[in-house]
């Protein structure tokens, strides 16, 4: 199996190679695929090949083993996201000139793998930054009761709360590092809420987890609402996830053949991008030029994940395959900022980023007056306002709040809460019916969410995802549709609640105004 070179590096921990009592070591992390080590050709270091007897192989906290041990046996594991440790019995001295470490060894299923990096050695602990970490076990019950006993020394405080969990830390690796405890953040319930979507269908009752006094109240007075005019309809109208990276030419010319280039390789692009995962799927690259620089905008199906960490790696591998193969390009960044990830940004709203989304109703006058005490015009003349100072102001979202219930379900259900900075755009309208009903609509151009995956599976999160039958694979458009469902919620309630002059007095009620 071809594995690009720039790819293949990543496997060494950078700034890993270290100064022991007993000579020098550095890590090695699988970035790639669940593997066997099979053979351990040779170690390097500035050209120079270390002698197998002076090799080691610390494979977990209580397992060391030797080359030879290594080459006679059938092979050991080497998962995705394990790190080995690799002594190296020799004399060399801290230093902050680079060395030049090579590493060959065999591993199924790639073949052989063989490449060279270059480290400074660092001192005995120097790494550490003081926190304390246990490279084999860092989710261990000793080492967490380590750093919090460091913690608490560092500011003279005591752990309480913090400190006090149901959930198992083994399972927190690939989520957290350097664990102590939790933040534990209320959650309170809205609904049901009716939904009509092509994926949630049904009613819903949803947990939101905020610390914000009204919040809940006026989300559920909005779900109400719905509810006595049908429901809202939701529906997923776009999928893409990207990862943007730039190539740098000698000038104009050599970045707009490249582009060229790309396009007709797209299929064998597509087939390394694809290789690095079973859910990723790259569907087109947009290319954009500018200077001497070509900008390319890999766009991503990642199924039930969010993605941005897949498609960063199936990226990567698509441009060490292209780095390999076109001859001419002098520098390249994995990310340009173009994908603008976790920033708010026009090409997104256009092109949209995670699940393009639209939720609409069409409410009774009747229900307006009964529930929310405001005429239908009311609310439509509000918008219509409120429009020019959105534009006055440059913001990336026509309605009023939607932030507000998106991230109270992200934290409910363990989605990456710095996606609302994108996922917060949105664009909100209505319009009078001829009946004199209210019709309401938003879009959610970048809605970035998972069922599968990242922190997801924890505790409490895990859970939240479960009570909306939403956890697992194949539920993202249907948790896609409850989200945006509930933003149309909370969007008219607090329309209301300003039509009405209610807004103040509802936090008087149930907030901390005093």
Same mark, same amino acid.
């Given at each position: 199996m071809f594995v690009p070179s720039i790819l293949l590096k990543q496997l060494y921990t950078r700034a890993s190679l270290s100064k022991t009592d007993k000579g020098v070591s550095f /890590? *090695?992390?699988n970035r790639l695929k669940d593997a066997t080590i099979k053979e351990l050709k040779w170690i390097s270091l500035d050209g120079e090949k270390i002698p197998d007897h002076k090799i080691s192989l610390q494979l977990s906290s209580d397992t060391c083993i030797s080359v030879e041990e290594l080459n006679k046996s059938e092979g050991k594991p080497f998962g995705l996201r394990q790190t080995i440790t690799v002594h190296l019995n020799i004399d060399e001295a801290p230093c902050p000139e680079k060395r030049k470490l090579g590493i060959c060894f065999s591993a199924s299923p790639f073949g052989k793998l063989k490449f060279e990096v270059e480290d400074n050695i660092t001192a005995a602990g120097e790494r550490s930054a003081f926190i304390p970490r246990d490279d084999m076990d860092d989710y261990g019950e000793s080492i967490i009761k380590t750093r919090q006993e460091y913690f608490e020394s560092a500011t003279d405080k005591k752990i309480n709360h913090v400190g006090q969990y149901s959930i198992d830390p083994q399972e927190l690796k690939g989520n957290i590092e350097h664990f102590i405890g939790v933040a534990q953040v209320p959650i309170g319930i809205a609904g049901p809420l009716k939904i009509n979507g092509e994926h949630a269908n049904g009613e819903f009752v949803v947990p939101l987890a905020t610390t914000e006094g009204t919040l809940v109240a006026s989300y559920n007075r909005g779900m109400k609402l719905l509810n006595m005019s049908g429901g809202v309809t939701a529906t997923v109208v776009d999928d893409a996830m990207q990862r943007a990276p730039v190539f740098i030419f000698d000038n104009a010319r050599g970045a707009r053949d490249f582009v060229k280039w790309v396009k007709e390789n797209f299929d064998k692009i597509k087939e390394e991008a694809e290789a690095t995962s079973s859910v990723a799927k790259l569907t087109y690259i947009d290319h954009f030029l500018s200077n001497k620089f070509a900008f390319l905008r890999f766009n991503f199906r990642t199924g039930d994940a969010a993605g941005q960490n897949m498609v960063g790696r199936a990226t990567f591998a698509a441009c060490g395959?292209? *780095?390999?193969?076109?001859?001419?390009?002098?520098?390249?960044? *994995?990310?340009?900022?173009f994908a603008t990830d976790k920033k708010a940004s026009q090409i997104n709203i256009m092109r949209t980023r995670g699940k393009r989304v639209t939720a609409e109703a069409t409410i009774k006058r009747e229900h307006l007056l009964e529930v929310m005490r405001v005429e239908p015009k009311q609310i439509d003349y509000h918008g219509r306002v409120a429009g020019v100072g959105s534009f006055l102001s440059g913001v990336n979202n026509t309605g009023l709040h939607s932030p507000n219930g998106i991230t109270a379900m992200f934290i409910a259900t363990g989605q990456d809460v710095a996606n609302v900075s994108e996922s917060s755009a949105a664009m909100m309208y209505s319009e009078l019916t001829e009946e004199g009903d209210l019709?309401? /609509?938003?879009?959610?151009? /970048? *809605?970035?969410?998972?069922?599968?995956?990242?922190?997801t599976g924890i505790g409490t999160q895990r859970e939240c995802l479960e009570l909306l039958d939403c956890y697992g694979r194949d539920r993202v458009y249907k948790f896609a549709e409850i989200v945006a469902s509930v933003v149309l919620a909370g969007e008219i309630s607090l329309a209301s609640a300003i039509s009405s002059s209610d807004w103040v007095s509802s936090h008087e009620q149930y907030g901390r105004n005093r």
């Open positions: /890590s *090695l992390k395959w292209i *780095l390999d193969h076109y001859e001419g390009i002098e520098n390249f960044y *994995l990310e340009s900022n019709y309401v /609509s938003i879009t959610i151009p /970048s *809605l970035i969410v998972a069922t599968y995956g990242g922190g």
